[in-house]
């Protein structure tokens, strides 16, 4: 299925699962949406922190429909959405067509997956996708940049890479500059804060062979994090791992 059938499969509840090797060719995007009077604070919170929140669209007044996605609508069109009130998660719905404002201002954030696609273009497996499973996701000790309530430090994405293919993995992701681009961390996951990497905050555990190293890129969840410090009134997101299928060509993001 092309990107579009495989929004309108999303609409009508027939795709409950993470969007993970969905549509490979296609742009992924995160997703954040806020009542216009913290939108400000937001959009200067990603421009100061583009590595983990690359803003690739704002669609502001209510709007819903992403020029990205022919006649797609952000309010149905992923599977899964968290909904916070006061910084507390208080839901996760398959629609939010009936809490949707006339004031919300959405963001949608460049996403790894991506680079996956050049990832396993260029002969690097990821298990997560060949295991039918969600990335693993982690909290960091990594801060990010304040702006206004927004603050809070770094969520990464992991995946385990073949000693020998790191470098290799490193200069392909790095061509992405607005899809996270290269790691932020590579090898020993306490050095960036994370105690488990058998126990990840979000998204499923990935085994770690005795040939791999766990690599570490920014993650579009890092907004979910800051929300639980800035406690906007309701903020609207992806549940990680189920994103927004856009009709954009990665290569439209690759920088040689």
Request: with cysteine; proline share 5%; hydrophobic share 40%.
């Amino acid at each position: 299925m092309d990107a579009y059938e495989i929004r309108q499969e999303i609409r009508n509840g027939r795709h409950k699962n993470t969007t993970s090797g969905l549509a490979n060719d296609n742009v992924q995007a995160n997703l954040v949406v806020l009542p216009k009077a913290y939108a400000f604070d937001f959009l200067l919170y990603a421009l100061r922190n583009p590595t983990p929140i690359p803003i690739i669209e704002v669609l502001e007044d209510g709007k819903c429909n992403s020029r990205f996605a022919k006649d797609s609508d952000i309010r149905t069109d992923i599977p899964f959405y968290n909904i916070y009130k006061n910084g507390t998660l208080v839901d996760t719905v398959e629609d939010v067509k009936d809490i949707w404002q006339d004031d919300f201002v959405s963001f949608l954030i460049g996403c790894s997956f991506t680079f996956e696609d050049a990832l396993m273009k260029g002969d690097i497996s990821l298990k997560h996708i060949e295991q039918n499973k969600n990335v693993a996701m982690y909290k960091t000790n990594i801060p990010t940049e304040r702006a206004g309530i927004f603050h809070g430090n770094m969520v990464v994405s992991m995946r385990p890479i073949k000693k020998n293919l790191v470098d290799k993995a490193i200069e392909i992701t790095s061509q992405f500059k607005d899809m996270h681009g290269g790691p932020v961390h590579v090898g020993d996951p306490r050095a960036i804060g994370i105690e488990d990497i058998t126990k990840p905050d979000y998204g499923d555990s990935i085994d770690i062979a005795d040939d791999e190293v766990p690599v570490f890129w920014g993650c579009g969840v890092t907004p979910q994090n800051a929300i639980l410090q800035a406690k906007p009134s309701i903020m609207i997101s992806h549940k990680p791992g189920h994103m927004f299928i856009t009709d954009i060509n990665n290569e439209a993001f690759k920088e040689e």
